[in-house]
């Protein structure tokens, strides 16, 4: 099982990024998937959720209205639309899964948010 984050970058505020997590090992569509974030000096913080069943999707209340979480069945990936991006989103993003009592972790992929 493996989870692999990509679509970082360097973006200035009011700018949008998409992140994707390709999973291996197991389909995203039969587990609950979420990103997480984490800022320097700071530890980690949910971000979003995307339910197994029906797709049902979750934000934290700071992202909420900016970010969408979505899935890609036949790519068997997540994504992370950001839009109306501010500084406070700067972060490392890692996508997460929880597989047979099992917890992934990705590599995480940076988001720099500067003018």
């Known amino acids: 099982v493996h989870v692999v984050e990509s679509g970082g970058g360097l973006v200035q505020p009011g700018g949008s990024l998409r992140l994707s997590c390709a999973a291996s090992?197991?389909?995203?569509?039969?587990?609950?998937m979420r990103w997480y974030r984490q800022a320097p000096g700071k530890s980690r913080e949910w971000v979003a959720r995307?339910?197994?069943?029906?797709?049902?999707?979750y934000y934290a209340d700071s992202v909420k209205g900016r970010f969408t979480i979505s899935r890609d069945n036949a790519k068997n990936t997540v994504f992370l639309q950001m839009n109306s991006l501010k500084f406070e989103d700067a972060a490392v993003y890692y996508c997460?899964?929880?597989?047979?009592?099992?917890?992934?972790w990705g590599q995480g992929t940076q988001v720099t948010v500067s003018s």
């Open positions: 997460y899964a929880y597989v047979d009592r099992v917890d992934y």
């Open positions: 090992g197991f389909t995203v569509s039969s587990y609950d």
């Open positions: 995307i339910t197994s069943s029906g797709g049902s999707t």
